[in-house]
């Protein structure tokens, strides 16, 4: 039976992403996974970063993900900006 990812959304001032500490192969946009990291299972191990941050230091890999996250983020419509549909018959 396979099981879905949880997530606690976070919000800090400039920090959008999540950067696992133990792996530093995992980034998320807004939100850390629980109950742990989803590549090697660390548990309270992330810290805050700006995207300009991850391109600093990160890996071109861990800078995709970045990137990746933001843009799935942004493309998914939040319940107040959706427009109903309307179909013609």
């Known amino acids: ?7 606690w959304p976070v919000y800090h001032c400039d920090d959008d992403f999540w950067v696992c500490m133990s792996c530093l192969g995992e980034v998320f946009y807004q939100k850390v996974p629980m109950p742990d990291c989803p590549s090697c299972h660390g ?3 992330y810290e805050g970063f700006t995207l300009d ?13 970045a990137v990746a996250a933001q843009q799935a983020a942004a493309a998914q419509p ?6 109903p549909v309307e179909t013609t018959d």
């Open 1 to 7: 039976m396979a099981s879905t990812q949880s997530f």
């Open 43 to 45: 548990v309270s191990t």
């Open 53 to 65: 941050a991850v391109r600093d230091w990160g890996t071109e890999e861990l800078i995709a993900k």
């Open 78 to 83: 939040t319940v107040e900006s959706a427009a």
